[in-house]
C-alpha cells in the first residue's frame, strides 16, 4: 500500500500545500478510505505535522478513514425518510450489525452510512447497498436485506 500511496503523491508534481485536497482525494479514490499511513505520508511529503492533514481531512465530509463493508448500505434520512421512520431503520440496522453509522463490521462485510437525501423523497424511506436501491421498506425488512447479502457471498 505504501508504494501506491507515494505513486499517488508523485503524480501531483511539486506537492504543495495548496494540492492537499486533491491529493487526499486521489488517495481515497484510490484506497477507498484515508489510512493513518496515508495520513502520514501526505504529512512527510508536504513537510506538515500529520495532524494538520488529519484536521484538514476531518472538517469535510467526503473523506472516510475506515475501509467501507463489501456491502456499503447508506440510509436517507432526509425530511421525507425522516418523516416515514427512518430513524427507526438506521437504530435497526446498527443493532443488528452491532455497529454504529459510520462504521464497518469486522469481517468486512458490512459498513452503515447515512446520508442527507438519496432524490427519492416519494419512495420513502430508501436505503441503497452498493447502489441497490430498497424503497418503502420498515424495520422488518432490513433482517430480510442482510441475509440476502450473506446468502450472495457464501453462493459465489
Do not use: W
Not at 508523485?10 to 504543495?16: A, G
Amino acid at each position: 500500500m505504501a508504494d501506491l500511496i507515494d505513486e499517488i503523491i508523485k503524480k501531483h508534481m511539486n506537492v504543495q500545500r495548496d494540492t492537499l485536497l486533491p491529493l487526499l482525494q486521489d488517495i481515497q479514490k484510490e484506497l477507498g478510505y484515508l489510512s493513518e499511513e496515508a495520513i502520514n505520508r501526505i504529512a512527510g511529503s508536504l513537510n506538515l505535522p500529520s495532524s494538520k492533514v488529519y484536521g484538514v481531512a476531518t472538517f469535510y465530509d467526503q473523506f472516510r478513514f475506515e475501509a467501507r463493508g463489501r456491502f456499503h448500505i447508506q440510509i436517507c434520512h432526509g425530511t421525507a425518510c425522516h418523516i416515514n421512520n427512518s430513524n427507526r431503520i438506521i437504530h435497526e440496522a446498527e443493532r443488528l450489525l452491532k455497529i454504529k453509522q459510520g462504521q464497518t463490521t469486522r469481517d468486512g462485510m458490512f459498513s452503515i452510512e447515512v446520508v442527507n437525501c438519496m432524490g427519492a423523497c416519494g419512495l420513502s424511506p430508501v436505503i441503497a447497498i452498493n447502489e441497490k436501491y430498497y424503497h418503502g421498506i420498515d424495520t422488518k425488512d432490513i433482517k430480510d436485506i442482510l441475509d440476502k447479502c450473506k446468502e450472495s457471498t457464501t453462493a459465489l
